[in-house]
């Protein structure tokens, strides 16, 4: 054996030099949505809730963001979060997303996988059963419930902030392809949902053949409703008043689920999971439809096949709407353990996207 080859064997750690950053995490995915979840290295953020974090990490350490989301750490379909203090002692923790443009206001998959994770990690003292856990996220007050069997995790189901319609069978006109019908609703983000089966001018169908399809024409008809639709405003703050993506619905691939969701959201992210925040927004639409009731599953799939089990929890005022609160459940898994180092000198330390 050469002494080469030796020294590859046993000298196995890079020793890094005290001036670099170091971040790690715990990557994970829900349906087959990545998460990486930040544990350590990240700085102190400034603030006294996850709204007021969510300002300070926009304002002094997007770089970071970048530094992990975007290439060659990342790519432009990343997703991630960073955890935090609760807005007050009545919750566990709070929670701020990142993805390739910025920080989104509420994401049900993450909320599945980190659910997930405090159960595994022990960050919550377990027990055989249910286990709930309050989570401050910008959008408001999370809360989630890990099933655990004999030790292990056999799902979550959450219950989402108040998700309301603002408006059914809207039109919109998205140059180069005409009128589209959409609705306007919020599940802890606002989102166009257009319906391929109302809207005979989109000629294409919800697989992974036809992504590059459902990215430009989602991001061609999210932009033409954020410049006509001026009542994408959140009832109580201002923050969270901005379309972040659309959700196209098609007939379910398999006869046992109700029908399938894809979204195109932030900078033509395609979620590989259903959507927790957009099936929360479904569950809004379904129940101003009349086509639901407190007794009615969904289960609703992406893109990936995967699925959420989606139903009606309870109704609520919220500001002028009648809102509901949707129950979301699935499963998530862990994918690696990440040791992340930013050399001052690299000069693509901040990260890049080739799509």
């Not at 290295?41 to 304002?59: A, C, H, M, T």
């Not at 479904?282 to 995967?306: H, Q, V």
Request: proline share 4%.
């Amino acid at each position: 054996m050469s002494s080469t080859y030796q020294n590859i064997l046993s000298k196995t750690n890079y020793t890094v030099p005290n001036h670099w950053t170091q971040i790690k995490t715990i990557d994970m995915h829900t349906g087959g949505e990545p998460l990486r979840v930040i544990v350590s290295g990240f700085p102190k953020l400034k603030g006294k809730s996850v709204l007021e974090y969510r300002r300070d990490i926009k304002e002094n350490y997007d770089y970071l963001r970048t530094a992990l989301m975007f290439e060659p750490r990342g790519h432009a379909d990343m997703y991630g979060c960073v955890l935090l203090p609760p807005n007050d002692e009545t919750a566990d923790f709070g929670i701020l997303f990142m993805h390739n443009e910025g920080y989104s206001t509420m994401c049900g998959h993450a909320i599945i996988a980190i659910s997930t994770l405090a159960a595994n990690m022990n960050w919550i003292a377990v027990i055989e059963g249910e286990n709930k856990l309050e989570i401050d996220a910008p959008c408001g007050r999370i809360t989630s419930y890990v099933s655990i069997k004999s030790g292990a995790v056999t799902g979550v189901r959450f219950h989402c902030v108040p998700s309301f319609v603002v408006g059914l069978d809207r039109e919109v006109e998205v140059p180069g392809i005409g009128k589209i019908a959409y609705d306007l609703a919020y599940g802890g983000a606002f989102y166009g949902y257009v319906d391929l089966r109302k809207n005979n001018l989109l000629k294409f169908g919800l697989t992974d053949s036809d992504y590059r399809t459902i990215i430009q024409i989602g991001m061609e008809i999210k932009h033409a409703v954020m410049l006509q639709d001026k009542e994408i405003l959140h009832p109580f703050e201002n923050d969270l008043s901005f379309l972040y993506g659309t959700i196209f619905i098609d007939n379910a691939q398999e006869k046992e689920n109700h029908s399938r969701n894809v979204c195109v959201f932030a900078e033509g992210e395609v979620d590989r999971s259903p959507t927790g925040s957009g099936v929360s927004g479904r569950i809004a639409i379904e129940r101003s439809r009349k086509a639901i009731d407190f007794d009615s599953r969904l289960a609703i799939e992406s893109i990936t096949g995967s699925v959420f089990n989606c139903s009606l929890f309870s109704e609520k005022d919220f500001g002028s709407f009648n809102a509901v609160i949707p129950q979301v459940e699935g499963t998530a898994h862990i994918t690696g353990m990440n040791t992340f180092i930013i050399d001052p000198n690299d000069p693509m330390k901040n990260g890049f996207i080739l799509r």
